[in-house]
């Protein structure tokens, strides 16, 4: 269960944000400069906010009065990027095996060739991501993330950089990922369609503020 | 065909070169992430004083190593008494010489790479578990790679080169401080001296061209094992 209320200032942008939900996907959907994408930084732990509470799961990752900041690389919360962000010096492999490689092996609740087969990566295995195609690559992103066994998964966009035949080829593994891994996530589009396809409620953002869930 | 006043030359030269090079890329590497990446007070300042060495001419920061570290300097009284280093006039001094001197060199190369390198490939590797300086060491510096390199050969050979600041701070001392364009300059001076002057200039010619050729085909093969250069992969794939 993932609750918080935050707020967070910069030149010109307000987000105040309160919202409090349990396992499945979480969508959140609005137009774009909405606060969306910085939601899901200070989710990440890639922004501290000015004030307010992030609990995931009983932990406090971010207590502003009490001064707790739990950093990225200690909450176990992956975070899939629009663009992938794969790593190019690597192979698909090495990039897979990032997080999972991270991760006390006792944490690990799935391994390389389940997420392999999940997500039919087995023949891009030894490519470099220079290599792969736009959707491609995604589906590697999407691996990457899950063989770390977040314990929230948070996709930025993950669908926007393709086009709309390889959205269609996407989707489906994404609802798989979701169905078949348990992991809770929480999915930023500024598409209605695809939002309402994965989550399982959604949250409007508008300017900075969450204005209604669904 | 060398005689043995110019091989002294010839490896003094290659030993300051190497020490500064080896001495100055960690320092170089950091600063060159931190001018990249980090936005903090100062940093105009920093990034100055990083460019100084190569605007003024180079006996200016010979003449201040010698006021800081020299015999009577702030520092150099103080390092001779507690650690017994003396720097002014050894070879060890023109280790420093060359190093200041040919570090905005060293630090230019590595600051564009590390600003080429999207930040969020490392803000991934921290959502991934990676603690900066884990993200730092897997990421951003093997990218940046290609430009590290090209910055210790660059670094490396400007200090071979190295004169005016050497000459100010260490002198012109055979067997401890005459690094090879000293020699060429002192061979100028003798009588009969041309010749051996001549083969010094060719020699470092030769040098510089090597140099510049090794760079080249190091960031070539940096770049190609990092996958930048699409198409090579490609083929050989």
Redesign the interface.
């Known amino acids: 269960m993932l609750s918080f209320d935050l707020e967070f200032r910069r030149a010109g942008f307000v987000l105040q944000a309160r919202a409090e939900f349990g396992a499945g996907a979480t969508g959140i959907f609005g137009p774009s400069g909405c606060g969306k994408s910085t939601l899901l930084s200070l989710v990440?732990?890639?922004l501290r906010p000015q004030r307010g509470v992030l609990v995931l799961d009983r932990t406090t990752l971010v207590d502003v009065e009490r001064r707790v900041f739990v950093?990225?690389?200690?909450?176990?919360?992956?975070?899939v990027?629009q663009d992938g962000?794969l790593?190019?010096?690597m192979t698909v492999r090495a990039n897979l095996l990032?997080?999972h490689d991270?991760?006390s092996p006792s944490d690990r609740r799935l391994q390389l060739s389940q997420v392999v087969e999940l997500l039919e990566l087995g023949p891009l295995l030894d490519?470099?991501?220079?290599?792969l195609s736009g959707g491609e690559r995604q589906r590697v992103a999407l691996g990457?993330?899950l063989l770390?066994s977040p314990r929230l998964m948070?996709l930025d966009e993950p669908l926007a950089s393709l086009d709309e035949r390889l959205k269609q080829q996407i989707l489906p593994f994404l609802r798989r990922v979701k169905d078949e891994s348990g992991i809770p996530m929480l999915y930023v589009s500024h598409v209605a369609a695809e939002v309402e396809f994965i989550a399982d409620r959604v949250l409007r953002m508008e300017r900075g503020r969450i204005v209604g869930i669904t | 065909m060398l005689s043995p006043a110019e091989w002294d030359a010839l490896g003094l030269s290659a030993r300051v070169a190497a020490w500064a090079t080896a001495a100055s890329l960690p320092f170089g590497v950091w600063i060159g992430w931190l001018l990249a990446r980090r936005d903090f007070r100062g940093k105009f300042v920093l990034e100055t004083l990083v460019q100084l060495p190569m605007v003024v001419p180079p006996v200016v920061p010979g003449y201040l190593l010698l006021w800081l570290l020299g015999p009577g300097g702030a520092l150099g009284g103080w390092l001779e008494s507690r650690l017994g280093l003396s720097v002014a006039f050894s070879w060890k001094g023109a280790v420093i010489a060359s190093a200041v001197m040919a570090f905005p060199l060293l630090v230019q190369p590595v600051r564009v790479a590390f600003r080429l390198i999207d930040a969020r490939l490392e803000h991934a590797a921290w959502t991934l578990g990676a603690s900066p300086w884990n993200a730092f060491r897997t990421v951003a510096l093997p990218l940046a790679m290609p430009g590290v390199l090209a910055g210790a050969v660059l670094c490396f050979s400007r200090s071979l080169g190295e004169f005016g600041a050497t000459m100010a701070f260490v002198g012109n001392i055979p067997g401890e401080t005459r690094t090879l364009p000293l020699a060429i300059y002192s061979f100028m001076h003798v009588p009969g001296g041309e010749a051996a002057a001549a083969r010094l200039v060719a020699l470092s010619l030769v040098l510089a061209l090597a140099a510049l050729a090794g760079s080249h085909w190091l960031t070539r093969r940096a770049e190609r094992r990092l996958g930048y250069l699409d198409a090579d992969v490609r083929h050989g794939a």
Do not use: S
């Open positions: 990440a732990g890639l950093p990225a690389w200690h909450r176990h919360v992956a975070l990027f962000q790593f190019p010096h990032y997080g991270r991760r490519r470099r991501p220079a290599q990457r993330a770390y948070l």
